[in-house]
């Protein structure tokens, strides 16, 4: 019984975590409006506070959802990969693609990481862990195999590949250009950053 209304629950979770995903790419997180993600989702106004403790709480796990399912592509797309610096190059285009495609979503989630405050910062890097995860395993394994340099570290230089990439980003959506396709941001970005970190 008590397995059957878990279930329920987290099935309600899921809901409501994908009627906010489509409500901060409409409207933006400072407009999105909590009673009409809960009634898109098909419940009662005030359900999103019975599963998250405030709107923001809320954004970061749309967040954390978003970086599982891109996770989880990168994760299908490395998998007959044995070389750690094609898996870094196929993670680097992987996300960009996911950025291209979700471009509406990927905005709030990149103006809030650079906006909020310091202590909502260290929430958003959390909420991105899972996709910065796997490519800390990748760096790993290039150190381990002699691929890259072995002084590198390589939460550090995840850090920076996702400043990278979160930058690019912000510039081409603030100056509103389409001078670099997502594909050519993608390509800068890898040539940049791993000739950087290749073993000499």
Not at 65 to 80: F, K
Not at 132 to 160: C, H, M, N, P, Y
Not at 162 to 187: F, I
Request: net charge negative.
């Amino acid at each position: 019984m008590a397995s059957t209304r878990e279930q329920k629950k987290e099935i309600t979770r899921q809901k409501l975590i994908e009627a906010a995903s489509i409500e901060f790419a409409e409207v933006g997180f400072a407009r999105a409006n909590v009673s009409r993600i809960s009634e898109n989702a098909g419940f009662a106004a005030g359900t999103v506070y019975n599963y998250f403790r405030s709107k923001h709480d809320l954004l970061l796990q749309v967040v954390e959802h978003a970086m599982e399912g891109l996770t989880e592509t990168i994760r299908s797309h490395i998998s007959d990969l044995d070389d750690p610096v094609e898996k870094a190059k196929c993670a680097m285009r992987e996300d960009f693609r996911f950025m291209e495609q979700n471009e509406a979503l990927s905005k709030v989630i990149v103006r809030e990481g650079f906006a909020a405050d310091p202590l909502k910062q260290k929430e958003f890097l959390a909420a991105l862990s899972p996709a910065s995860t796997i490519f800390v395993e990748i760096l790993e394994q290039g150190k381990r195999e002699g691929r890259f340099r072995s002084d590198l570290d390589s939460v550090w230089a995840t850090v920076l590949a996702e400043g990278m990439v979160a930058y690019m980003l912000l510039a081409r959506w603030v100056l509103d250009s389409s001078e670099l396709t997502y594909d050519e941001m993608a390509e800068l970005t890898i040539q940049c950053f791993i000739e950087g970190i290749l073993a000499k």
